[in-house]
């Protein structure tokens, strides 16, 4: 079967030519319509190759499925073929095709389908899939260095510390390698998650995983700002995809970064954060009070110092109790200025994982960030929001991991491929 034809093109099998031409109308429309449903002139599809990895600067999708895994094998040439593998079945099931050559019902009676079949007849849906390698594929704290590839870990790379007010589940947090599926249809997302972790059946397995929807952040120009569970308008001030500049700056990893992480070059560094938000109790706060803990209007989005979405918040403007702007306030205590001027381009999405054993929401924000130094563009800050935000009266952090994401896989490589050279 062709490679070129969707999902939906492949139902049935053995289709005649007209029966092709007309799957494959039904796929442009489709994807017309997707376009126009995405808005802001973003595509329908993003392809898998490129400069970058897609699922950083691409426009925030609405729905999220993260997994992190760990790496079950310790021989090398099994973690190349699964990168191998990953990158073939990524690059097909973002163009809406199967995860495999055949699809999930055109193969032998005898054997497993090569795609589980849950995504047959759903378009692309701006699927993207960013894959990270963790610490421990480098050097892993009770399997030591089984790829050989310690000395190639650059010094970055390396557990996030434990934070005043973390409280971690070790089973939620880490792992050797992720993937950031991102789509604005959660069936597609978890589609593919799911293809990739059946791929690597034997190789890797399945740590964690999250999902999330209602995006948290906008990266791009085009985005209006979308609210977190809180209500507030969340992304207002992140580092947009047109900003090259700021990108290159505060996202991007430089070839002279690490000595030993040149392979990582163009890429870029993924910080995740479970944060679990206590809804109840912030639900009986008071506006003034929920507006004084993040440092802005719940209804513009703008700073309580004046203005609008996107004005500047002036932190010496004085009240009669001091400044306008609460120091403690969530914008006050990590501004980019208390930092040298460290941004980061956020990427969370909100989650609701069921209710907790005493009835409330089990919600938060899945934080993930993308940043060129975790050591100088997170760490500093999320130190200094657990000792002074007081947003954390509101906050539990309950998961926590950092990932190498390698820059963009060109035509005939593998993702990450120049890790192993
Ligand atoms: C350590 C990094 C950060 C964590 C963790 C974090 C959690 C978190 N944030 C909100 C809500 C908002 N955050 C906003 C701005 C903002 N947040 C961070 C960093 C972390 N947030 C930064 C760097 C910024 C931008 C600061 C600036 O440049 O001015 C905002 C305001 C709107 C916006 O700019 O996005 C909100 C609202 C929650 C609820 C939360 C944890 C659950
Ligand atoms: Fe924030």
């Not at 049935?12 to 799957?23: D, F, K, N």
């Not at 795609?115 to 009770?142: M, Q, V």
């Not at 703008?302 to 403690?328: K, N, R, T, W, Y």
Request: charged letters at 20%; a negative charge.
């Amino acid at each position: 079967m062709s490679g070129g034809l969707s999902r939906r093109g492949l139902l049935g099998g053995g289709l005649a030519a007209g029966g092709v031409a007309l799957a494959a109308g039904g796929y442009a429309a489709a994807r017309l319509g997707e376009d126009a449903a995405a808005g802001g002139g973003e595509p329908a599809s993003y392809p898998f190759r490129g400069q970058r990895q897609a699922g950083i600067v691409t426009a925030a999708q609405d729905r999220l499925h993260f997994a992190a895994f760990d790496v079950v094998t310790d021989d090398r040439d099994e973690l190349v073929e699964l990168l191998r593998l990953w990158t073939d079945a990524a690059e097909r099931m973002v163009q809406g095709q199967s995860a495999g050559p055949v699809g999930a019902v055109n193969g032998a009676q005898n054997l497993p389908p090569d795609d589980t079949g849950e995504a047959l007849d759903l378009p692309p849906s701006r699927l993207t899939l960013t894959i990270g390698f963790g610490p421990g594929l480098f050097e892993h704290p009770e399997l030591g260095d089984r790829f050989g590839l310690s000395d190639r870990r650059p010094e970055a790379l390396a557990d996030l510390p434990h934070f005043p007010a973390d409280v971690l589940d070790p089973a939620r947090s880490g792992g050797d390698l992720c993937v950031q599926a991102c789509a604005d249809d959660p069936q597609v997302a978890v589609h593919a998650v799911r293809n990739l972790a059946r791929i690597g059946f034997g190789t890797v397995s399945v740590r964690w995983s999250q999902l999330g929807f209602g995006r948290t952040s906008t990266t791009t120009t085009s985005q209006s700002t979308p609210r977190n569970l809180f209500g507030f308008k969340d992304g207002t001030m992140n580092v947009r995809a047109e900003e090259t500049a700021a990108l290159d700056e505060h996202v991007w990893v430089g070839a002279d970064d690490d000595a030993a992480g040149g392979w990582l070059a163009g890429g870029s560094y993924l910080v995740a954060r479970r944060i679990a938000m206590t809804i109840e109790v912030w639900d009986r706060q008071q506006l003034g009070e929920q507006e004084q803990s993040i440092g802005r209007f719940k209804g513009s989005g703008g700073p309580l110092s004046g203005g609008a979405e996107d004005a500047q918040p002036d932190f010496d403007l004085q009240g009669s109790d001091g400044p306008i702007m609460p120091v403690d306030s969530h914008v006050a205590v990590v501004h980019p200025d208390r930092f040298g001027g460290a941004r980061m381009l956020r990427r969370g999405y909100n989650f609701v994982d069921g209710s907790t054993d005493v009835g409330g929401l089990d919600a938060g924000l899945f934080f993930i960030a993308f940043v060129r130094d975790p050591r100088t563009h997170f760490i500093p800050l999320q130190t200094e929001m657990a000792r002074n935000d007081r947003l954390m009266e509101y906050l539990r952090f309950t998961s926590s991991a950092l990932f190498a994401v390698p820059p963009g896989v060109r035509e005939g490589e593998f993702v990450g491929q120049a890790l192993f050279a």
